[in-house]
């Protein structure tokens, strides 16, 4: 820690009204140090963490952090703000402002001494001496822990109450005498020791942290955690899956665990290991700011004996959410899991089969299988090597679709079934909404036979025999003969329409895309958009390929036009969004929405309704003009794969070009409108005054 922060680290005076500012204010403290290398670089990382999840935490604390190649060695800065700055905390500003640099590559050595400052923050003595030190060398000392805190926050309790005292002894009180109502202690033993009687076992609890960047969240709940349980008596241990290192409880630990508490924001690793405990699921920050309820919460589970598989609650692929989300918000979780697990089958067999056109051209779909008739110098032999392996791999579409929707709701027991009742959608051509049906069913019926209580002896065998074996049955079953006909017969008629897309109705469905796709920039409505038309592509019309050019066009927009923005009007732009916008050329091109994010996130009002319009346009002109595309990714460097590429272009120009207009225009009305706010207060004191 000593070569971590120094005097010159320290900001006691931090003027920054902003979170943006005060990042900039500490960073720039240690770029000049040299411990980071592009200032620039380095900020626009610290804004996509933060961009992630809020930094604040209750009691006056921010702590922005990220991980970062433009880091030469961990680094710590610390600002003091007397105002307070926004950091997202819910009971308010942050005067405690601590900046947290870690190279990309930073050793676990380096990592285990900022976890070990996260856990100090949590101490109520240590931030206290933060508050009342008067000189940077003292707070840099105190940070490193050259001075102990304690001392210090008792000197400064000491001042704060001298008046207190002095007002006491003059009006006769005896200022060592007990506080009304406080335990007067007459020597007697207590009570318990009294009776002979054994004290009965604390209650236990193990508990798993962690947060994305795994530098400060991740400790700072476990110590809040820790420090709650004591506070109640509770026995707790806490495994601390973050940055520096990762170390198992032991397995006698959890067996002999009363409860279980996820407080993360990414998966728990092996999560298996606490099945068959009452159990609490949430969000990293919960367990800093909520740790005694949280203990609360898991006793009375166990109070009433909802022993809760650790697989049930929660999806491990997106960030967990508070207990309490709504079912729409768990369902829209859910889906997400399994269509993020499916786009990198769509991406590697969509493309493949892409190339296998382009080389060997559309009839190589008739050619025979390439382990039977394969010619080393014949380009339609490479040709249908690619197509091949690509339709391969897009027959895994449905059922990795399903089955991670299961997973999602129900963790690894969730798979088998998930695989099965996708593969059933396949056999029985219900499609794409037979994949999202059987993964919905298998996960409900594996959280269903997770409630029932097992006796302890069988709990071992039911995520690995009885669960799938059971799950698949019942999946099977109605997939088979209950509900998988109506829903082929659901998707047969949406192919049929799909083919018969013309005119008015084309370009009605173009709009909605671009919509959807420009909305959340990568987000869930985006994601439904992109589904829908990879979806069509698993059994290829006129009307499907269609629906997959509108799509990729519009999702192109929204970054494309922000480079051109930043390009043409770029005093509208701070300089990490002229920064950003470089490299958005790249990302829109390649048909990677979320290159449009950080505008988005620094500017929502104007950015996003921009980017829809201009997404609306792109995917109406795509389908009116009838352009089609065979890949499911690539941007523009499938276009040869695209029917009618240039006007395909023509309509990615259209739609860039409305979006650039829309936030050069929104973003020029702002700045004189401010001009006219702060000229205002002027004009008004020139005014005469009515007497």
């Known amino acids: 820690m000593s070569d971590m922060i120094t005097a010159d680290l320290v900001d006691l005076d931090l003027s920054a009204d902003t979170k943006e500012a005060a990042a900039r204010a500490l960073a720039e403290r240690?770029?000049?140090?040299?411990?980071?290398?592009?200032?620039?670089?380095?900020?626009?990382?610290?804004?996509?963490?933060?961009?992630?999840?809020?930094?604040?935490?209750?009691?006056?604390?921010?702590?922005?952090h990220c991980r970062s190649e433009?880091?030469?060695?961990?680094?710590?800065?610390?600002?003091?703000?007397?105002?307070?700055?926004?950091?997202?905390?819910?009971?308010?500003?942050?005067?405690?402002?601590?900046l947290i640099a870690a190279p990309a590559g930073a050793d676990d050595a380096h990592l285990t001494i900022l976890s070990s400052l996260a856990r100090q923050l949590m101490d109520a003595d240590f931030t206290s001496a933060l508050r009342a030190v008067g000189d940077a060398a003292a707070a840099a000392a105190l940070i490193r822990g050259d001075e102990a805190p304690a001392a210090a926050a008792a000197a400064q309790a000491a001042q704060d109450s001298a008046p207190v005292a002095s007002a006491a002894s003059e009006a006769g009180a005896d200022p060592t005498a007990p506080a009304p109502g406080a335990p007067v202690d007459d020597g007697a033993a207590p009570a318990s020791g009294a009776t002979g009687t054994e004290a009965p076992r604390p209650f236990r609890i193990v508990a798993v942290t962690s947060c994305p960047t795994g530098i400060a969240h991740t400790y700072m709940a476990a110590e809040s955690l820790e420090n709650a349980?004591?506070?109640?008596g509770v026995e707790v241990?806490?495994?601390?899956?973050?940055?520096?290192?990762?170390?198992?409880?032991?397995?006698?630990?959890?067996?002999?665990?009363?409860?279980?508490?996820?407080?993360?924001d990414v998966p728990v690793r092996d999560k298996e290991r606490f099945a068959g405990k009452p159990t609490v699921d949430v969000g990293v920050k919960a367990g800093i700011n909520r740790a005694a309820e949280l203990i609360t919460d898991v006793r009375e589970k166990a109070a009433r004996g909802e022993t809760t598989s650790a697989a049930a609650p929660g999806t491990p692929v997106e960030s967990a959410g508070d207990a309490g989300d709504s079912y729409g918000t768990k369902l829209r979780k859910w889906l997400m899991s399994g269509v993020s697990y499916m786009v990198p089958f769509v991406a590697a067999g969509g493309l493949l089969i892409a190339l296998g056109f382009a080389i060997g051209g559309y009839s190589i779909n008739k050619a025979p299988s390439v382990a039977e008739h394969f010619v080393w110098t014949d380009h339609s032999s490479w040709a249908a090597l690619m197509f091949q392996i690509g339709g391969l791999a897009f027959s895994f579409l449905i059922p990795v679709l399903a089955g991670y929707i299961a997973y999602?709701?129900?963790?690894?027991?969730?798979?088998?079934?998930?695989?099965?009742?996708?593969?059933?959608?396949?056999?029985?051509?219900?499609?794409?909404?037979?994949?999202?049906a059987a993964g919905l069913i298998a996960g409900a019926v594996v959280m269903a036979i997770q409630r029932i209580r097992i006796p302890a002896p069988l709990r071992g065998i039911m995520p690995v025999v009885v669960i799938p074996l059971i799950s698949s049955i019942v999946v099977g079953f109605l997939m088979f003969l209950v509900i998988g006909k109506p829903i082929a017969e659901l998707?047969?008629?949406?192919?049929?329409?799909?083919?018969?897309?013309?005119?008015?109705?084309?370009?009605?469905?173009?709009?909605?895309?671009?919509?959807?796709?420009?909305?959340?920039l990568g987000g869930p409505v985006n994601k439904v958009a992109y589904a829908f038309a990879v979806g069509g592509l698993a059994n290829p019309t006129e009307g499907s390929l269609k629906v997959m050019a509108a799509v990729m066009a519009a999702g192109m927009v929204p970054p494309l036009a922000m480079a051109l923005a930043t390009t043409v009007r770029g005093k509208l732009f701070t300089k990490a969004e002229r920064e950003n916008g470089k490299a958005a050329w790249v990302l829109g091109a390649s048909f990677i929405s979320e290159g449009a994010i950080p505008f988005a996130?620094?500017?929502?009002?104007?950015?996003?309704?921009?980017?829809?319009v201009g997404g609306a346009v792109t995917g109406a002109l795509s389908m009116a003009f009838g352009c089609t595309l065979r890949a499911p990714h690539g941007g523009i460097f499938v276009v040869p794969l695209i029917g009618q590429p240039l006007l395909y272009l023509v309509a990615i120009a259209a739609g860039v070009c409305v979006s650039t207009a829309l936030v050069v225009v929104l973003k020029g009305a702002r700045k004189p409108a401010a001009a006219s706010a702060a000229t205002a207060p002027a004009a008004e004191a020139k005014q005469p005054v009515a007497v």
């Open 30 to 64: 240690m770029a000049a140090r040299g411990r980071v290398t592009d200032l620039e670089g380095f900020l626009a990382d610290v804004a996509a963490r933060e961009a992630q999840m809020p930094t604040g935490l209750d009691g006056g604390i921010g702590i922005p």
């Open 70 to 98: 433009h880091v030469t060695e961990p680094t710590l800065a610390f600002g003091r703000s007397a105002p307070g700055i926004d950091f997202g905390a819910a009971d308010g500003p942050a005067d405690l402002i601590f």
């Open 229 to 232: 349980g004591r506070d109640a």
């Open 237 to 264: 241990a806490v495994e601390t899956q973050g940055s520096a290192g990762f170390t198992r409880l032991d397995p006698g630990v959890i067996a002999a665990a009363d409860g279980v508490i996820f407080a993360h």
């Open 408 to 436: 999602g709701m129900a963790d690894r027991p969730g798979l088998v079934p998930g695989f099965v009742g996708g593969s059933v959608a396949v056999t029985i051509n219900a499609g794409f909404l037979g994949g999202l």
């Open 491 to 520: 998707q047969s008629a949406l192919t049929d329409w799909l083919k018969g897309l013309s005119g008015a109705n084309a370009i009605i469905l173009g709009v909605i895309l671009g919509l959807m796709m420009c909305f959340d």
């Open 601 to 612: 996130a620094a500017d929502p009002l104007r950015v996003i309704p921009a980017s829809m």
